[in-house]
């Protein structure tokens, strides 16, 4: 299995991330920002679009919670 490491497909995860959070769709949010982090680990390790992603990831996971 090649896994394939993309910058740019990483990056379009995390606006769709942070879209779906602005959205208030938080499951999609949770997964959109789950894909990205799989890109920008190995692509943009030290960055702050990583820890804006992990951020989005936790308001979302937390909003999810308070509405189930």
């Known amino acids: 299995m090649c896994f394939q490491v ?3 497909k990483g990056l379009h995860f995390a606006m769709l991330a ?3 959070a602005l959205l ?3 499951q ?3 997964n959109y920002a789950r894909q990205a982090l799989q890109q920008l680990q190995y692509t943009h390790s030290d960055s702050l679009v990583v ?3 992990r951020q989005i990831m936790f308001e ?3 909003n999810s919670e308070t509405i189930a």
């Open 6 to 8: 993309w910058p740019n």
């Open 18 to 20: 942070k879209v779906s």
């Open 24 to 26: 208030e769709c938080n």
């Open 28 to 30: 999609e949010a949770m």
């Open 51 to 53: 820890e804006e992603v």
């Open 60 to 62: 979302s996971g937390r």
